[in-house]
Every structure is written in structure tokens, then in C-alpha cells.
């Protein structure tokens, strides 16, 4: 049996061009949802728009960088003109860099923390008065496993995706007398494009290939195996549905047990 749990709703989603972003657009839109997928990745926004329209919806892809407050207000003005609402919000936009402590560039650190952390305050910002308004609403952010553990060599990274956890929290708390839920997704290793660019910059870092380092930790998590993406877009459309309704605040492991081991 199809579910059409979004039937006449609306999802945005940052990140959406690629990976974990791009299948939770797909799973939105495969259960009814109309769909607006803001990335920088103009092409690839381009065909994952296409995608989703083929299973039946409407979708539009808005060219957005998260960094910046009046592009990302622009897009939640588009979809407002366009559909009236805004149901959910998934920030999946992000980008991935890691150095030893001492080496770490202060123009990574900064871009890291913009795109990972500040892009997705922007989003909820520009979200929370419609939401508000519309006394509904669910609020998706992806951190990581390395927001609720510790690797080395992975300060700026790791530190935004702590930070989206605390960001979530405070806005869960302040959404939720309005209807409105707030939780974190924190996925393990997932096979996408920045899988292979985390092993391109860690691989050399610890002597080996970047294929001998996926191969490597591709049985690091308890369950064996990496995530698919599609694997993290069904936990975000659960947190997205009635039957999360009481759940918020909360950051959830996606990880195949790895925080655990
Ligand atoms: N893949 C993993 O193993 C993994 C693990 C834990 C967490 N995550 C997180 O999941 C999220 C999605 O990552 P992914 O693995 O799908 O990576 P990905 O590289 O496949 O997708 C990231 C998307 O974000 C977009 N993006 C980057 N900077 C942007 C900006 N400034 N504005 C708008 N869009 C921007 C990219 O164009 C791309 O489409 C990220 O937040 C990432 O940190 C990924």
C-alpha cells in the first residue's frame, strides 16, 4: 500500500539536490507532498525536481545558499506565493571538512559553520512565523553522529553539527506551544557524494586509498553497513507524520548503532 501522509501539504528541503537531501525530497513527494528543493547545485536541483514530479506532485527547484538570510528568505516567499503553506522544513544543506586541530583554516571553519550550523538558524528563522501562524508544522534538521560523539581531525564539522542539536532544542522549545515540532536526525556514515569526500580527505590522514578506507569502515556500525540515503528520508518523513506528533526536542540516532560501539 502507497502512503499519502502529505497529501496537500508542502515540504522544503535544503540540500535537496544530492544525497540524503534529494531522497527525502523523493520520499515527500512520493507520499503527496508538494516539494521545494533549495540547493546551490543548480543541475542536479534541476533533475531531482524532475524526479519528484514523476511520481505526481508539484515541485519546484529554487536556487538557494543557505549561508545567505535574503536568498533563504526569498525561497520561503516563493513557496508561500506558490502554495499558500509550508508544512515541513528538512535542512539537509551541508558540507563536510576536517583537519587536526592546529592545521585547521579559518576560512574552512567559517564556511563550515555558515553552511552546517547558521544555515540551517536561517532556515528555521525564515520558517517559524508561518509555522507559527499556521499553529502546525514539523522541522527537520540533519546533524550527524559526529554531533553526539568524538572523532579527531574533525573540529569544525563536528562542532556545527553539535550545535544544530542545541539550535533544535531551543527551538522546540519555543515552536512547541504553538504546534509546532522541532528534532534532529544525526544519520552514520550514508552513502553519498560526501561519504567519498570524507574518505578523500581522511584516507591520507590514516596511510591508506580512499576505497581501502570505505571498505575499511563500511562494517564500523554494529549493523554492519552504511546507510542509504533513502534510509535517513524515512526517519525524517516518521518525525514529519501524525504519528510523531509528541515527539520533539529530540536528536535521533540513524547510525546503525555506531554512537553506541
Ligand atoms: N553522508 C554521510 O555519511 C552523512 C553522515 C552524517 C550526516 N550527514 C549530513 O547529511 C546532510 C546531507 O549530506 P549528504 O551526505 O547528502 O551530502 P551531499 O554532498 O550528497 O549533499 C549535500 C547537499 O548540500 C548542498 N549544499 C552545500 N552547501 C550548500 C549551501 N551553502 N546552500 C545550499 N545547499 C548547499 C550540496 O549542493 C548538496 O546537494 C549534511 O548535513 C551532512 O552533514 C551526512
Redesign the pocket.
Known amino acids: 500500500m502507497k502512503l499519502a501522509r502529505f497529501k496537500d501539504q508542502v515540504a522544503v528541503i535544503?540540500?535537496a539536490?544530492?544525497?540524503?537531501?534529494k531522497a527525502c525530497a523523493l520520499r515527500f513527494a512520493q507520499e503527496g507532498a508538494s516539494v521545494a528543493l533549495?540547493?546551490?547545485?543548480a543541475d542536479?536541483s534541476k533533475t531531482a525536481a524532475e524526479e519528484c514530479r514523476a511520481e505526481g506532485v508539484e515541485a519546484l527547484a529554487i536556487i538557494?545558499?543557505?549561508?545567505d538570510k535574503a536568498q533563504v528568505e526569498s525561497a520561503v516567499k516563493q513557496v508561500l506565493e506558490t502554495w499558500g503553506q509550508l508544512n515541513v522544513l528538512v535542512c539537509?544543506?551541508?558540507?563536510?571538512s576536517g583537519s587536526p586541530l592546529e592545521s585547521v583554516d579559518e576560512e574552512d571553519w567559517h564556511n563550515t559553520v555558515q553552511?552546517?550550523l547558521s544555515?540551517v538558524f536561517l532556515c528555521n528563522q525564515a520558517v517559524a512565523e508561518v509555522m507559527k501562524a499556521q499553529g502546525s508544522g514539523s522541522i527537520i534538521n540533519?546533524s550527524?553522529?559526529?554531533g553526539k560523539t568524538s572523532f579527531p581531525a574533525t573540529m569544525e564539522y563536528s562542532a556545527s553539527?553539535s550545535g544544530i542539536i542545541g539550535l533544535t532544542r531551543s527551538v522546540a522549545m519555543e515552536m512547541a506551544n504553538y504546534g509546532v515540532t522541532a528534532n534532529t536526525i544525526c544519520?552514520?556514515?550514508?552513502k553519498?557524494?560526501?561519504?567519498q569526500q570524507?574518505a578523500e580527505v581522511v584516507a591520507p590522514q590514516e596511510d591508506m586509498t580512499p576505497e581501502a578506507w570505505l571498505e575499511m569502515r563500511s562494517s564500523d556500525a554494529p549493523l554492519g553497513r552504511f546507510a542509504e540515503?533513502w534510509e535517513i528520508a524515512g526517519v525524517a518523513a516518521f518525525l514529519a507524520s501524525e504519528d510523531a506528533r509528541y515527539i520533539t526536542g529530540q536528536a535521533i540516532e540513524v547510525d546503525g548503532g555506531m554512537v553506541l560501539s
Not at 539537509?92 to 563536510?96: I, K, L
Not at 553519498?192 to 561519504?195: A, D, P
Request: net charge negative.
Open positions: 535544503s540540500g539536490a544530492n544525497g540524503i537531501g533549495l540547493d546551490v547545485d542536479n538557494t545558499d543557505v549561508k539537509s544543506a551541508g558540507v563536510y553552511t552546517n544555515g540533519i550527524s553522529m559526529a553539527k544519520p552514520g556514515n550514508t553519498t557524494n560526501m561519504l570524507v540515503p
